[in-house]
Structures are given as structure tokens and as C-alpha cells.
């Protein structure tokens, strides 16, 4: 009867060390994902978030406007330097932009030259190259958070312009989240 009561071994086998062909595979993978990002971060610029934002119902009509006018080739000239961007001359100066805590800290919040809105929380492993969004209350239009990403697409730090309703777990507003990645793709913020 106790046999039956003996729990399995809490020791893990080691893995088996992968082949050649197994780690060409799985570079094959990694350099299949890069280039599915950077297609994906093209159709956000060229496209979607253009798309989402003419959809949003909430986002201002002003916003609504401008995004559908990128709809039209010429349109995307607008566009980009509605973005930030100098044609033929990659990113354009951007100003510096900082906010100010309620407890006297100067935050940087100036955005990159890729930045655009949406009034949905993006995911943070999968965000394009060097870009920062920020995020808008549906109801009230005001930003709830700037993010950024990292040259990885990865977010590496977020600033939120509240303090989320807690007090108590953040006195100081707005404030700022850096993210620590984990080798398994989770992440400490």
C-alpha cells in the first residue's frame, strides 16, 4: 500500500545535447521569426496601425482623419512626417519630451522616431524594432502609458502617467517600469 504513496522523482533528466541538424533547425526558426517581426513591424507602419486607428471608435476624430488619409499613396508622405520621420534622411530630430513626478523626478519620455497610439495594451515580446507607443484611455483620450521597445522588439520600459488607483503601491506618478527579460521569455517589470 505505501508503495503506491512514493512520489515520482522531482529530479528532471538532463536534456540530450541537440545535433548539428537540430541547432541549424532551430536558427532556421529564430531567423524565420526575425524576418515575420520585421514584416510585421513594415505592415504596422505601412498599414494596420493606420487601419486600427480609423476603426477605433473611440480614438479622436482628428486621429481618425489623419490615419485615413494615409490610405492614399500620397497619403503616406503625410503620414511619415506626421510620424516624425524626414524623408531620405532616416528619423528626424525629435524633441526631447519629459514629465515631471508628483514627487519632483524629471522622467525622459521622449518618443522614437517610429511612435504611434492605440487604446489596447500591446504585447510587450513583440513590439517593432526601436519604437515606442503609447497607450490611451478609451474614455478620456489621455495617454495611461508610454512604452518602448528595445532593437529586439522587445519592451524594455514603460511609463506609466498614473498610479493605476494605488497609492500605496505607487505614490509616485507618473513613474517608470524597466523591464528585466528571463532567458525563457518571461519577464520582471
Known amino acids: 500500500q505505501y ?19 537540430d541547432k541549424a533547425l532551430d536558427i532556421g526558426k529564430q531567423s524565420a521569426e526575425i524576418g515575420w ?5 513594415t505592415a504596422d507602419f505601412l498599414w494596420l496601425d ?6 477605433d471608435g473611440s480614438a479622436p476624430i482628428t486621429e481618425r ?11 503616406k508622405i503625410f ?9 531620405g534622411k532616416g528619423a528626424g530630430n525629435i524633441p526631447k519630451q519629459t514629465v515631471t513626478s508628483n514627487k519632483g523626478k524629471t522622467i525622459d519620455v521622449t518618443p522614437t522616431a517610429n511612435h504611434s497610439t492605440t ?17 490611451i484611455d478609451k474614455k478620456t483620450g489621455e495617454i495611461k ?29 507618473p513613474h517608470e517600469h524597466i ?11
Open 79 to 87: 503620414t511619415s512626417i506626421r510620424k516624425g520621420y524626414k524623408l
Open 37 to 41: 517581426n520585421a514584416a510585421k513591424a
Open 65 to 75: 482623419l489623419l490615419s485615413g488619409v494615409s490610405f492614399i499613396p500620397a497619403g
Open 3 to 21: 508503495v503506491d504513496d512514493i512520489p515520482e522523482a522531482r529530479v528532471e533528466e538532463p536534456e540530450e545535447e541537440k545535433g548539428i541538424f
Open 145 to 173: 502609458t508610454r512604452r518602448f521597445y528595445g532593437s529586439d522588439g522587445r519592451a524594455v520600459r514603460d511609463v506609466d502617467y498614473t498610479n493605476h488607483g494605488n497609492a500605496k503601491t505607487h505614490p509616485e506618478w
Open 179 to 189: 523591464f528585466k527579460w528571463n532567458s525563457d521569455g518571461t519577464f520582471n517589470r
Open 50 to 55: 493606420d487601419a486600427r486607428t480609423v476603426m
Open 119 to 135: 487604446t489596447s495594451v500591446p504585447n510587450p515580446a513583440k513590439g517593432a524594432p526601436n519604437s515606442s507607443v503609447d497607450i
